[in-house]
């Protein structure tokens, strides 16, 4: 943290600290706000200032002019104790914290975003949560979600479950939304709970006015204390704070980059909405796990040696023949339209089969059902003994086969296993209905 | 062709031949229908029914009583030649067949789908075609669009441009639909054309009561006949038949795996609608490429040896690696988010930078921006050299660097072309609003 080099001898010059408000110009236009302190590894030539409208930016020091406006406060980062006392007229539900974007809690003096290191100080960043549920917090990993790999999986399903344990009337998971998809599947496969499991994340950080991390953890506790006993992944439905959604883990994915309401359900409809603290069926037919006294169930051991692999015009069998002669387990295909891949693989798959390698096939269309019985280059891929999983995506295929080599080394068992509906991952037939929805 | 094994016997018996009318009683169920030729690699165990309603059904004779209701007429692949005598009033459309179910042709006496080994057939089975303009066939390729791969999109190419050279007034590409995007954007970037290329295909074959086949092929001789002159996808625009949609080449995607609106402009409008023979902008502002008189212009040298990677979480470093060894000349990724991958891959590519193997980032959210200066994740990637795009699909990026790769051996000029729009591949900044449109 903090300015280093060129940058730091600007601010130095002009008696200038992190948290004053200050006046930048160059090139004839002027920026006024509040400095922030960088976020790791500056480099030396930019400041970084918070303006009035809320949104950062970064300026290049060479050529600037810097004007103290007002000094700023220090940054008190230490905020003061909340009372937790226990409302006994309330559930308990226990915020798991991951890291990500909807981790992060924003310094209101320098308006500096920073990680947030424990559950509490998401708390504190987000008061109103305690109005719905008496929250306890904890934070088992900080990181961005890219960075997420099976063991995290299984450390979160872990913790989820001693929470649990505890008396938890339902688990809200905090994670980053890049990967947060293949975290909720993987939980989905890990854990069979009693309460209702909530993942959620935020496409903007809590400095920026137009954040959702707040609107989504508000939601997550109210699905969390629903009768909803699923892991499910909360985020919002529109660009605006119109409502959130509650999707099935494990037939959901992200569709776009930016947008707040970039989770979408795939294949199959979101099980509930949330509006203004209130959680309503989105089917009233819907079926899903009702909440029990039951003990929590989990089953985390995972075979890390699985490769997804997306299938493209040109690609070469030698890709399926590391993979074997590497040592995976198991190889998911991304494959074409119903479920294809370029016949020169057939080898190559036939080799895997006789190496007792599972391969499964799933469609990088991602809507609709895989179907190898249509065309000769499906029904060639079956004979090479690849493994359909009808509507299943690609995200979860991979996150399953995972979790499946993990329960046993038994190829047969390991097929019976990925063609089998576990938790919603398999849907129904007619969801070609369920199209871009 | 034909059938073998039991299920011949089983006909022999009943003395049925392929094309008669039978009577199949199974479990109390009766089925009538057409006997069908088997399609290639027939097992011995399933015959095959064409039924009054139009679909096929297979059947397992064990245990099955066959019964000839009238005998029918044989088959008659040979029909009679078109006058193919050319209207001088009437434009000039070339169509070149690459295969694909939107290339089969029915032989109306036995229901059975052929593939059109000639364009003749094509029209033969489409005459309505000759309708809209003089149709000049040519079946270049006979392959099912899986199997696709870069050498035979160059082929397609010179194809494309020797029919202009000619003087087609416009060419419609018939394809298969698994890969016709990949194909269409290739196309985009090896071919500067005066005229409309207009790539299409079917979902459903045209011995199905529900092909689209037919209308996609009207529709797209309707947009060859056009000012639009760029290389463009045609399909349903809607699972009924309601109207098709003319997409660009290079921005655009198969979604569904059984859809007959499969295909989606992704981050972008479709150019135009065709509806009941005419076509309307979609937009009336839009930019395309205007009809001229220019000479077409063909750059069809491509490097193969490019990989297209998705990430996952728990990827490892030496997929990169290996890439390298074996020579590959570049690599598309397809992150995660705003365009991440796993940090444990980063020297894997600072390695890629430091063997001049440019590696290029997309989003497997496919909707939205890559931007990778947002997260510090994002800006080690782009310290380890990596190239953004920008609003490119990660199937178009991985065709665009093939082609890019072709170009130049020039290292900094791959990335210029790869950065800077050449057919529409790159679009507005703003295209946050055309989120599964």
């Given at each position: 943290m903090g300015y280093k080099g060129s940058s730091q001898k600007f601010l130095e010059l002009s008696g200038i600290s992190i948290g004053d408000i200050i006046k930048i110009t160059k090139n004839n236009v002027s920026y006024q706000g509040i400095l922030l302190d960088r976020a790791e590894d500056p480099?030396?030539?930019?400041?970084?200032?918070k303006l009035d409208s809320g949104y950062n930016i970064g300026i290049d020091v060479v050529g600037a002019l810097a004007e103290l406006v007002t000094k700023g406060d220090k940054p008190n980062l230490e905020l003061p104790p909340l009372d937790m006392g226990k409302d006994v007229d309330k559930p308990?539900?226990?915020?798991?914290?991951?890291?990500?974007?909807?981790?992060?809690?924003?310094d209101y003096k320098t308006g500096a975003v920073h990680p947030a290191f424990t559950a509490d100080d998401l708390i504190r960043a987000n008061p109103e949560l305690l109005v719905h549920a008496n929250i306890n917090g904890e934070a088992i990993l900080n990181i961005l979600s890219e960075n997420m790999k099976p063991e995290y999986w299984a450390k979160t399903a872990r913790s989820v479950a001693d929470e649990i344990n505890n008396g938890a009337d339902g688990i809200v998971v905090a994670h980053g939304t890049?990967?947060?998809?293949?975290?909720?599947?993987?939980?989905?496969f890990m854990l069979d709970t009693p309460v209702p499991v909530v993942v959620t994340g935020a496409q903007r950080s809590s400095?920026?006015?137009?954040?959702?991390?707040?609107?989504?953890?508000?939601?997550?506790?109210?699905?969390?204390?629903?009768d909803i006993a699923e892991v499910t992944l909360c985020m919002h439905a529109e660009e605006d704070d119109s409502y959130c959604l509650l999707h099935r883990g494990t037939k959901v994915r992200k569709m776009h980059t930016t947008r707040r309401d970039t989770f979408r359900s795939i294949?199959?409809?979101?099980?509930?909405?949330?509006?203004?603290g209130k959680l309503k069926l989105v089917d009233k037919n819907s079926n899903y796990k009702k909440r029990s006294n039951e003990n929590v169930q989990l089953h985390d051991d995972l075979e890390e040696k699985v490769a997804l692999i997306k299938s493209y015009p040109g690609i070469e069998a030698d890709i399926i023949d590391y993979h074997i002669d590497k040592g995976y387990k198991g190889?998911?295909?991304?494959?074409?339209?119903?479920?294809h891949c370029p016949e020169n693989l057939l080898p190559s798959l036939e080799r895997?089969?006789?190496?007792d390698i599972p391969v499964v096939m799933t469609s990088q269309c991602l809507y609709g059902l895989v179907n190898m019985n249509v065309y000769s280059t499906g029904r060639k891929i079956v004979s090479a003994g690849v493994i359909s999983v009808f509507d299943m995506i690609p995200e979860t295929t991979y996150v399953k086969l995972v979790w499946a080599l993990g329960q046993t080394?038994?190829?047969e068992e390991v097929k019976k296993i990925m063609q089998t509906n576990i938790a919603g991952e398999i849907g129904e037939k007619s969801s070609e209905k369920y199209f871009l929805n």
């Open positions: 480099d030396d030539k930019h400041i970084v200032l308990d539900i226990s915020i798991v914290s991951t890291g990500g974007t909807v981790a992060s809690v924003v890049d990967t947060m998809h293949y975290t909720s599947a993987a939980l989905n400095d920026r006015p137009s954040s959702d991390a707040f609107m989504n953890l508000i939601s997550s506790v109210v699905a969390a204390k629903s294949n199959t409809l979101p099980i509930a909405k949330i509006e203004k190889i998911v295909l991304e494959g074409t339209g119903l479920g895997a089969k006789d190496s080394e038994n190829i």
